[in-house]
């Protein structure tokens, strides 16, 4: 037991967690926590902007498995990293985030820099505290982590008044023992434990599926549970499709991966879960963009649904069985359940169902036109290169948009979290400080940034913090002038009709703008060009590495679900259109 004052208690408190770095921002009422940072193993990350803290957190958490910890000031600080926590709530992201706070007696007086900072981000956190002893800093800081990490992972704040950090006031200062720090949660008891009669009860419709699907969302990733996934698969041979925030979680390269459901999955994953006969959801949730229109959303199919959170149960499609549990231990047992009834050796057959499903990837492949001579690049061709130029292991962050949805389809994911993206709030600007968290949380693993032109201009001064904290990421930016994304919405649904999407080519000057951040930085304007530059790029280690890739402004992203429409509308690229037609009208002879 030390006697120490409130901020020390609270550096200590983290470095008794276990935290290896922290993203922040220093300001007025949280400037007495940073003087003992001096002295602390704590490596402290200092952003640009308190949202880059926030992503950067995620990025970390995404990439480690651990929680990220983000830190700033009160008032504008604190609002500024909202983005970051409903993000990180959306996606199940474990993170802690310390905000500080005016003085105990200034609260509620509309003092500088003051907001209301825990009912500000009460809907967008699992969790807020507003510490108002210094003494309840250990306990507060220890159910924060707890709470981050246990049950459906999330984001939690604590707001810490100034005054109880303070070394100067004298009701700062108390007896330091972490072990004994205490943490009362009441009611607060998330379910881990699978339930083994509804195991039981799953594996039994498992056995009568003739054309099942294992619906695998990012909760297995969340479970670390790629592994377990593996098992059930070789064990039952169901197919898998793999949501835009489970990629990875099963090896894309594997025989059974159809990759990729939704909005903007491949043919195979949306029709795969739309024909099947029983639906095994890990870890998903039933998102609006995997299921389109939901009353047509894979008619004939029974639902196991298993979840963590038992309210993601029948909140949006009811389930034949619903089991409330961690998602590896759930697989782990389900693997046992149906052993136990004989499997592998009598599994159903499930040849028909699988030949169907070749047959379709057969027909439906991802698929562009390549540039022809004096046009620019295509995006998906620019994602092809740098993938088969790339480490197998490489982590890949996004920003959202186009070039999300071009890299989840184009990149080849057969490692689990290396895929870290802004799937639930949808969150330009994510992409470049989420690669510094991975970075940092990850320094032995090549980080590649992949974003557009409309997210770069949104975080793109945390190159700054990269290139000063000798954090060396890599950034693909494709460069096609437009929100693309709401460009190709535009071109499809709006008559052509193009209002405010336009950006620029030359302004501003990417290279330019990056070399003054402190980049390595080229720019690539014809497909000969590609492979070289990214070699380049990939030899450099010891500073951030931009690369603009000019790309052409005129590709969709296909296949599409329109919003609003069935995924029985799936659109498709224009070459496969004849194909999709006769089988529409053999399906209906």
């Known amino acids: 037991m030390t006697r120490m004052d409130g901020a020390q208690a609270l550096i200590k408190s983290l470095e008794a967690e276990g935290v290896e770095v922290v993203f922040g921002y220093p300001g007025g009422a ?192 969340k479970a670390r549970g790629a592994e377990a996934l593996m098992q059930l698969v070789e064990l039952t041979g169901i197919p898998v499709v793999t949501t835009l925030m489970a990629r990875g979680a099963f090896p894309d390269e594997h025989e059974l991966c159809l990759g990729m459901p939704g909005m903007h999955g491949n043919y195979t994953a949306v029709n795969a879960m739309q024909k099947s006969d029983l639906l095994i959801a890990l870890g998903s949730r039933f998102d609006d963009r995997i299921t389109g229109k939901l009353g047509g959303f894979a008619p004939d199919a029974k639902v196991i649904h298993v979840d963590i959170d038992p309210a993601e149960h029948d909140k949006v499609r009811k389930a034949d069985v619903a089991i409330a549990s961690d998602c590896r231990l759930a697989t782990e047992a389900l693997v046992t359940s149906l052993k136990a009834a004989g499997y592998p050796d009598d599994r159903p057959d499930l040849q028909a169902w699988r030949s169907k499903l070749s047959g379709w990837q057969e027909t439906f492949p991802l698929t562009y036109e390549q540039s022809t001579d004096g046009e620019l690049l295509k995006p998906q061709y620019v994602i092809e290169r740098l993938r088969d130029l790339a480490p197998k292991d490489t982590i890949v962050t996004s920003g959202v948009g186009q070039h999300q949805m071009f890299a989840s389809q184009y990149w080849e994911f057969n490692h689990p979290y290396t895929w870290i993206n802004s799937g639930g709030l949808g969150t330009m600007g994510f992409s470049i400080p989420a690669a510094v968290g991975a970075k940092a949380g990850m320094p032995d693993r090549t980080v590649w940034s992949i974003d557009g032109d409309g997210c770069f201009q949104m975080t793109a001064q945390e190159l700054v913090t990269a290139a000063m904290e000798k954090i060396p990421i890599k950034v693909a930016l494709l460069n096609n002038a437009y929100l693309g994304m709401v460009k190709q919405w535009q071109d499809m649904f709006y008559e052509e009709r193009l209002s405010e999407v336009h950006l620029s080519h030359d302004m501003p000057d990417y290279v330019k703008w990056a070399e003054a951040m402190g980049c390595v930085a080229f720019r690539v304007e014809s497909p000969e060009e590609v492979d070289a530059v990214i070699a380049k790029a990939n030899e450099i280690n010891d500073r951030p590495v931009v690369i603009e890739f000019r790309c052409v402004n005129s590709e969709k992203v296909f296949p599409m679900v329109p919003a609003g429409g069935s995924n029985d509308d799936l659109i498709v690229d224009p070459s496969q259109r004849d194909a999709q037609a006769r089988i529409q009208e053999s399906s209906a002879s």
């Open 30 to 221: 949280i400037l007495p926590v940073y003087d003992p940072i001096i002295e602390s193993s704590v490596r402290h990350v200092l952003v640009r902007h308190e949202q880059g803290a926030g992503h950067m957190a995620e990025g970390y958490a995404h990439a480690t498995g651990r929680p990220g910890v983000c830190m700033v000031t009160s008032g504008p600080a604190a609002t500024n990293v909202v983005t970051p926590l409903a993000d990180a709530m959306l996606d199940s992201v474990p993170m802690v985030c310390i905000t500080g706070q005016v003085a105990l007696a200034a609260i509620g007086t509309d003092a500088f820099q003051e907001c209301d900072t825990t009912g500000i981000t009460r809907s967008v956190t699992k969790h807020n505290f507003l510490v108002t002893r210094a003494e309840d800093i250990p306990g507060t800081i220890k159910a924060a982590f707890y709470i981050a990490t246990s049950g459906r992972p999330g984001p939690v704040l604590v707001d810490i008044p100034k005054d109880i950090v303070d070394k100067n006031n004298p009701d700062a200062w108390f007896d330091f023992d972490y072990e004994t720090a205490h943490i009362d949660l009441p009611g607060y008891s998330p379910s881990v434990e699978p339930d083994l009669t509804l195991v039981d009860e799953a594996a039994q419709l498992i056995s009568q599926a003739s054309q099942p699907v294992l619906y695998v969302g990012g909760g297995v990733l």
